[in-house]
């Protein structure tokens, strides 16, 4: 078997894959996925990605023919893929606590901008320790249960996430469509009242001009009378305003 140290920066300079995987590796880690040639098995998982990042940061776990596994940071062997999983839960653990002290939209927003790449990150670590296992035997069996946990954990915190920020547009959607259905009835209000004044202010806006009209030393019955017809236009234009179409 020919073994070469392979060019990938992100792989310890030591490691004598073989060839084999070397080309199947090509000159970048890629997505998460296991490879297995000659006895060789090899493990790329990537680390929990922050909110925004596009680059996914890799770590390799390799098992030789001997059945050693070395690990490409996080201590030696399968206790780096212990360390690997553990990081991941105490992602889960301060996202949960977000979770619960999350209030608006807003927070509840920013809650999901950090669960939608690590939540898709865990689920492919899911299925890539999946198929190790396959390849690698019952000494992967725990760390495969405890990706699955951790997968059905950030889907479930993802959902209930997602349903307190539906829930939260709601609310002030309906917040919103009350204040406004406040403000159409003031408004509505407001034209009823104008519509019962306006025929008065008109005439007292008449009748009030610096111009002789023949009625300023009329008896008070005129003013009565005069108060009578605009209570009535009043009215008439109060119906004309309610009236429906």
């Known amino acids: ?18 060839d084999e995987i070397v080309r199947r590796l090509g ?12 006895s060789h098995v090899l493990i790329i998982l990537h680390k929990a ?20 596994w070395s690990a490409s940071e996080r201590g030696h062997g399968l206790s780096a ?14 996202l949960e606590e977000s979770y619960e002290k999350a209030e608006n939209s807003i927070e509840f927003f920013d809650l999901l901008e950090k669960l939608a790449p690590i939540q898709r990150s865990i689920k492919n670590t899911r299925k890539t320790l999946q198929a190790a296992r396959e390849f690698a035997g019952e000494e992967l069996i725990d760390y495969r249960d405890k990706a699955e946990e951790l997968s059905r954990n950030f889907e479930l915190l993802y959902g209930d996430s997602k349903n307190r920020l539906d829930y939260a547009v709601a609310k002030k959607t309906e917040e919103q469509s009350e204040l406004q259905r406040k403000a159409l009835v ?10 019962l004044f306006l025929p008065i202010t008109a ?19 005129v003013y009565l009378t005069i108060v009578a017809i605009c209570g009535i236009l009043g009215l008439i234009v109060r119906h004309l305003v309610l009236k429906k179409e």
């Open 81 to 94: 893929l212990s360390d690997f999983l553990e990081n991941y839960s105490r992602i889960e653990e301060s």
């Open 27 to 38: 000159s970048k880690a890629g997505r998460q996925r296991v490879i297995a040639e000659n």
């Open 49 to 68: 990605p922050l909110k925004h990042e596009s680059h996914r940061e890799s770590v390799f776990f390799w098992r030789d023919p001997k059945g050693k």
């Open 186 to 195: 003031a408004s509505h209000r407001l034209n009823i009242i104008i519509a």
């Open 203 to 221: 005439a007292a806006s008449l009748l009030g001009m610096n111009i002789p009209h023949g009625l300023e030393k009329s008896p008070s019955w």
């Open 1 to 18: 078997m020919n073994t070469k140290v392979n060019a990938i920066p992100e792989l310890p300079p030591g490691w004598g894959l073989p």
